[in-house]
Every structure is written in C-alpha cells, then in structure tokens.
C-alpha cells in the first residue's frame, strides 16, 4: 500500500447554491455550495453543458473531498464532484438514488 500525505473520502453533499461562472477561460463552468454535513463547501465544475445551476439546488452529488483547495480566477474550490463521461465527453454526476444524510461517506 502506498502513503499517502492526505485521505481522500467520497462524501454525498446536498448542493445549496449553484451559480454559472464567467469569469473562467472554460466554457459550461459553475460555482457550487455543497453542504457536507459538518461544513458548507465550494466547488468549481464544468458542468454546463448538461446542468443548469439552479436545477443543481436542492439535489444530492458525490465529491471528493479532504483534498487540497484550488482557486479558480479567484474562486476557492475545496471539492471536486464526481462524474463520469457521457458519448459526447460531457460530465454525468453521480448521486444517490435515494437522499441520504449529507456527508455520508461512500464505503
């Protein structure tokens, strides 16, 4: 097994604020408020081309979180959500199928 210097977890987060952001060079990317149970968190996605920001409000993602935050043209993102590609590239989120408590960690 290799050491790692941090302990990446996947956590369901409740998305409670979620705006476009044009202040990037990339096309299709948001500003989210992710609630983690214990903490509200930021998060930049390209997430656009397949979600409108405020369908984003009040539904459940997985991110991975506890990772080192990055800012993005003055953006502080603390998690990354989680994805995978659809046929044209494009992210898919991965949630739930269910609501669950927020900050459930993925095991």
């Known amino acids: 097994m290799v050491d790692s210097p941090f302990d990446v977890r996947l956590q369901v987060g409740d998305v409670t604020r979620a705006e476009p952001f044009p202040e990037t060079n990339k096309e299709a990317m948001m500003k989210l408020w992710i609630d983690i149970g214990d903490e509200t968190v930021q998060s930049a996605a390209q997430?656009?081309?397949?979600?409108?920001?405020?369908?984003?409000?009040?539904?459940?993602?997985?991110?991975?979180?506890?990772?080192?935050?990055?800012?993005?043209?003055?953006?502080?993102?603390?998690?990354?959500?989680?994805?995978?590609?659809?046929?044209?590239?494009?992210?898919?989120?991965?949630?739930?199928?269910?609501?669950?408590?927020?900050?459930?960690?993925?095991?």
């Open 47 to 107: 997430l656009g081309h397949q979600y409108d920001p405020q369908s984003l409000v009040g539904t459940q993602l997985l991110c991975a979180t506890n990772l080192d935050p990055i800012t993005i043209a003055g953006f502080t993102s603390e998690v990354l959500t989680v994805g995978v590609p659809d046929d044209n590239g494009e992210v898919i989120l991965l949630r739930p199928d269910s609501t669950v408590t927020a900050g459930a960690t993925l095991f």
